[in-house]
């Protein structure tokens, strides 16, 4: 199952497809006893899927049995042991994925000659992604870190590794001569690939960068002054050996920290576009805000959702959602329009937002 959505993937995803292109989303459960329950709704909602091929007129019977095929394989991909809060599977003639979310999703089954992935964005933005380069005389391992924990990153390279000869990490770390590992010119070499290999990934996928290490190592890094030099140095040997428990015990206090200060950050601004008149609160007026480029900061509070409906076209009222026309999902479509327009996005504590109802935005004019 999928997690990372680099923009890469993104404009991939977003491509145009032969008709149909099936979305087929799900909320799921990270605990038990619901998996059970969510295995029997993943199944019920491909069999929607299925049955709504069926009846489509426009899908040739080659087409369809392409398209169930590749429902079928998805669904056998899926492993409900490291399910998330969200399942989306994507499927169309020749292909198909399957993404995990930590986002909850609306249930729900689209056809169309795209991808719907307004729920993957704001997934990804809740998510709030960095980097984690841990670095070592002889490896250098990458981690994916999001909100709440990091995992083993095996792209660009990473990791990295080489032989070092007469190398004993324990015995040098004893006798005090740890720095002089760091002074050989193949450890130079060796980081500096790792910092230009890092700075590839950078370019397609920029998020905060953290760095672990011995002082030494990280020391070394800033006299070879690339993208790690810019990066948050986290003096913590060993991880780059270490498991991702360990790795994210080093960066969680940092992570934590950092989002404090994010949030009152956002607290700050939202003070002060109330001041000035440049303010927007409340999912109605905010999605008309946004719809219009008009948002500059969008804030979120971590678990706000709300069903509307459509009011002649202009204005969303709350609606159950069993409704015709409702709109399960209108904040991560709202998330996804301001990211398209140039939008920071912050996701904050729940509560944080009571005065707002739970959705605000700083305006641009």
């Known amino acids: ?3 990372a959505l680099s923009p890469t993937t993104l404009t991939e995803l977003r491509r145009p497809r032969p008709y149909p292109a099936v979305s087929v989303l799900t909320p799921t459960h990270r605990r038990e006893p619901y998996r059970a329950q969510d295995q029997v709704r993943l199944r019920n ?11 489509d007129p426009s899908v040739t019977r080659e087409r369809r049995a392409d398209v ?125 690939d790792a910092d230009s290999a890092m700075s590839a990934i950078l370019r397609g996928n920029p998020r905060p960068l953290y760095i672990t290490g011995e002082p030494a190592a990280l020391s070394l890094l800033d006299e070879i002054g690339g993208v790690t030099k810019d990066a948050v140095h986290i003096p913590h040997g060993g991880l780059a050996h270490g498991t991702r428990e360990a790795v994210w015990q080093a960066i969680q206090p940092l992570i934590t920290a950092e989002d404090r200060r994010n949030t009152d950050a956002v607290a700050r601004e939202l003070e002060s576009a109330r001041g000035r008149k440049a303010f927007a609160a409340g999912v109605d007026e905010v999605w008309r805000s946004a719809r219009e480029g008009r948002v500059r900061l969008l804030a979120v509070e971590e678990n706000y959702r709300i069903t509307v409906r459509g009011e002649d076209g202009d204005h969303l009222i709350p609606a159950e959602s069993d409704a015709l026309d409702a709109r399960e999902d209108i904040v991560d479509e709202i998330v996804e329009q301001c990211l398209e327009t140039g939008a920071e996005v912050r996701f904050v504590p729940d509560g944080t937002l009571d005065d707002a109802q739970g959705i605000a935005g700083v305006l641009r004019y």
């Open 45 to 55: 909602v491909v069999a929607e899927a299925k049955k709504q091929l069926e009846a």
């Open 68 to 192: 169930e095929r590749q429902l079928d394989q998805a669904l056998a991909e899926v492993d409900l042991t490291y399910a998330e809060d969200g399942l989306v599977i994507f499927a169309a003639p020749g292909e198909h994925q399957v993404w995990s979310l930590a986002r909850t999703v609306p249930e729900r089954v689209v056809l169309s000659d795209t991808f719907l992935t307004r729920n993957l964005v704001s997934a990804q933005a809740a998510e709030r992604p960095y980097w984690v380069l841990s670095v070592s005389p002889d490896r250098v391992t990458l981690w994916n870190g999001s909100l709440d924990r990091v995992a083993a990153a095996r792209i660009g390279g990473f990791p990295l590794t080489r032989p070092v000869e007469n190398f004993d990490a324990e015995r040098q770390e004893r006798i005090g001569d740890m720095p002089s590992t760091f002074r050989d010119e193949g450890t130079r070499h060796f980081l500096k």
């Open 1 to 3: 199952m999928e997690h």
